[in-house]
Nanobody
Framework: QVQLVESGGDLVQPGGSLRLSCAASGFNFRSYTMSWSRQAPGMERELVAQ????????KYADSVKGRFAISRVAAENTVYLQMNSLKPEDTAVYFC?????????WGQGTQVTVSS
């Protein structure tokens, strides 16, 4: 079955960097768009970044443009989110997402806390 396992979340100071990883299995990773979303306490889940199956098309939320970068490595079945210049408002649980054959799949999430 489809499995998505996120890792890399941590406590980091404002201005710092983190790289999140999402290891995918149970489907043809090379054929599907992958996304990162986040959810802060009391807030709705929001799409942060998305990368096409080919890796050639990427999209970002306005709030992270110029600071975050999404990438994927087909040989590793992994999608990454490089986060730079982190701000306290980036604090959230970050989720990996794949829409496979019309069904949405999510990982368990990884906590990112930006605080001094």
């Amino acid at each position: 079955q489809v499995q998505l396992v996120e890792s890399g979340g941590d406590l980091v100071q404002p201005g710092g960097s983190l790289r999140l990883s999402c290891a995918a299995s149970g489907f043809n990773f090379r054929s599907y768009t992958m996304s990162w979303s986040r959810q802060a306490p009391g807030m709705e889940r929001e799409l942060v970044a998305q990368i096409s199956a080919s890796g050639l098309v990427v999209k970002y939320a306005d709030s992270v443009k110029g600071r975050f970068a999404i990438s994927r490595v087909a040989a590793e079945n992994t999608v990454y989110l490089q986060m730079n210049s982190l701000k306290p408002e980036d604090t959230a649980v970050y989720f990996c997402n794949a829409r496979v054959l019309g069904n949405d799949y999510w990982g368990q999430g990884t906590q990112v806390t930006v605080s001094s």
